[in-house]
């Protein structure tokens, strides 16, 4: 009888060794495939992070050169602005048109017409 017991009980704890392998053996599997599945998720997160990184480093360098560009026109404006200043600082319109009202005003006049129709022309869609 000691026997039968004997080998109920090896029969037992072979088989919960068994089972405990095979329950160690699917949860390994398991853990395998759900690596493999976050690994292929971070290979794809971290090409669309370069794609992302090259293209936010095109764009800089885009930003850069129309940066500079705008620069170098403002640059010109404020030259351009500059010049205007001196040349209406040279003349005084105040005195002249007090002196001959009739050749600044119509001076004046022209120049408004113009400016007038380079605005409708800018701001009218065609």
């Known amino acids: 009888m000691f026997r039968i017991y004997a080998i109920l009980i090896v029969v037992g704890l072979?088989?919960?060794?068994?089972?405990?392998?095979?329950y160690y053996y699917d949860t390994t599997q398991a853990t395998i495939g759900q690596l493999r599945e976050n690994n292929a998720k971070l290979v794809t997160a971290n090409q669309l992070n370069e794609e992302t990184i090259a293209k936010q480093s095109q764009d800089a360098i885009m930003l850069g050169e129309l940066?500079?560009?705008?620069?170098?026109?403002l640059q010109r404006a404020e030259e351009y602005g500059d010049e205007l200043r001196s040349t209406l600082n040279k003349h005084n319109l105040t005195?002249?048109?007090?002196?001959?009202?009739?050749?600044?005003?119509?001076?004046?006049?022209?120049?408004?017409?113009?400016?007038?129709?380079?605005?409708?022309?800018?701001?009218?869609?065609?």
Do not use: C, F, V
């Open 95 to 126: 005195h002249l048109a007090n002196k001959k009202p009739g050749l600044i005003e119509k001076r004046m006049q022209n120049a408004t017409d113009q400016l007038w129709d380079e605005l409708e022309d800018i701001t009218t869609s065609e």
């Open 67 to 73: 940066n500079s560009q705008l620069t170098k026109d």
């Open 14 to 22: 072979l088989g919960g060794a068994l089972y405990g392998a095979k």
